[in-house]
């Protein structure tokens, strides 16, 4: 992912959390205009805030640089309610999301 790319992610993926750069910024001890400046591709996060920008968004690095992933907090949140399915439940829902995706 190049630094565009980064920056498109990150606007896509605050937007979907429907908060402002501001208070984004703010909420992650930066200044105001912060995330804008990332954003903008006018500054890049060092490693650290890479970090608490995804913290922020609750969502790992990895589900951050996933770029085939649209909402990755909500299918984390997805994944950890599959998890307490049982086999049959399981299958159902297999079903279920492979008829969903040839749509």
């Not at 429907?18 to 996060?45: C, F, H, W």
């Given at each position: 992912?190049?630094?565009?790319?980064?920056?498109?992610?990150?606007?896509?993926?605050?937007?979907?959390?429907?908060?402002?750069?501001?208070?984004?910024?703010?909420?992650?001890?930066?200044?105001?205009?912060?995330?804008?400046?990332?954003?903008?591709?006018?500054?890049?996060?060092?490693?650290?805030?890479i970090f608490y920008i995804c913290d922020y968004l609750g969502i790992t690095p990895a589900e951050f640089f996933d770029d085939g992933s649209e909402d990755p907090a909500r299918l984390k949140d997805l994944i950890g309610y599959l998890k307490q399915l049982d086999c049959e439940q399981l299958k159902n829902v297999t079903a279920i999301v492979k008829s969903l995706a040839k749509k």
């Open positions: 992912m190049d630094e565009k790319a980064f920056s498109l992610r990150l606007a896509k993926l605050r937007e979907k959390k429907g908060v402002s750069a501001r208070d984004m910024s703010l909420s992650i001890g930066q200044n105001p205009g912060y995330i804008n400046n990332i954003e903008t591709g006018k500054s890049m996060p060092l490693l650290a805030g």
